[in-house]
């Protein structure tokens, strides 16, 4: 099996999922689609993560939830997603003292059919590899990163890479916000 990432310049699918939004007993759980984010006319950041339980995902998870300000700063929702269920998400929610509270939706793509169009399912176990995509609020793909499974990644690159792109400029290797960009 070969992945093809989707890659930067294309629509990001379609999809409507289940999500968890709460550890609060009746509110846990939220329907979220690609046509409410489109609605928003914000960005949208989904970083995935292979599996719930482990070792290295829960360390990116709570690293995304501390700088949940800063993608709200930029107008971008963000949103954590893996294979596992929506009953597993909440489970370590409630389990892992760094998730519980969390500000962000865990989407449930337990179909895998989000990852599959993706191009992010790992051939042996079917889960996804470490994939961050960036989304302009015209549902198009500008950015995306791929790890591999023992590697967690950067989430201060990740908004790095968003200031790059909201500034509509050429920006040099290593800039940072408040730096000068390329005149063209």
């Known amino acids: 099996?070969?992945?093809?990432?989707?890659?930067v310049g294309a629509q990001f699918p379609e999809f409507?999922?289940?999500?968890?939004?709460?550890i609060e007993k009746g509110k846990e759980f939220y329907d979220i689609s690609s046509?409410?984010?489109?609605?928003?006319?914000k960005w949208m950041v989904m970083f995935w993560w292979p599996k719930d339980f482990t070792?290295?995902?829960?360390?990116e998870i709570?690293?995304?939830?501390?700088?949940y300000q800063d993608f709200?700063?930029?107008?971008?929702?963000?949103?954590?997603?893996?294979?596992?269920?929506?009953?597993?998400?909440?489970?370590w929610r409630k389990d892992h003292d760094d998730l519980r509270g969390l500000q962000f939706p865990m989407l449930a793509d337990t179909s895998k059919s989000l990852a599959d169009e993706l191009g992010i399912l790992e051939e042996n176990e079917k889960i996804a590899y470490r994939a961050t995509f960036v989304v302009d609020?015209?549902?198009?793909?500008?950015?995306?990163?791929?790890?591999?499974?023992?590697?967690?990644r950067n989430v201060k690159e990740v908004i790095r890479v968003m200031d790059a792109l909201q500034t509509d400029e050429l920006c040099p290797c290593?800039?940072?916000?408040?730096?000068?960009?390329?005149?063209?």
Not at 1 to 7: G, P, Q, R
């Open 16 to 22: 409507a999922k289940k999500a968890v939004v709460s």
């Open 137 to 152: 609020p015209q549902g198009i793909v500008r950015w995306t990163s791929v790890y591999d499974l023992s590697v967690g």
């Open 1 to 7: 099996m070969k992945n093809a990432v989707l890659s």
């Open 62 to 67: 709570a690293e995304f939830n501390k700088h």
């Open 174 to 184: 290593n800039w940072q916000k408040g730096e000068a960009t390329i005149n063209a």
């Open 72 to 91: 709200a700063d930029r107008d971008a929702i963000l949103i954590g997603a893996s294979t596992d269920t929506e009953f597993v998400h909440l489970a």
């Open 55 to 59: 070792f290295v995902c829960p360390t």
């Open 35 to 41: 046509e409410e984010i489109k609605a928003s006319g």
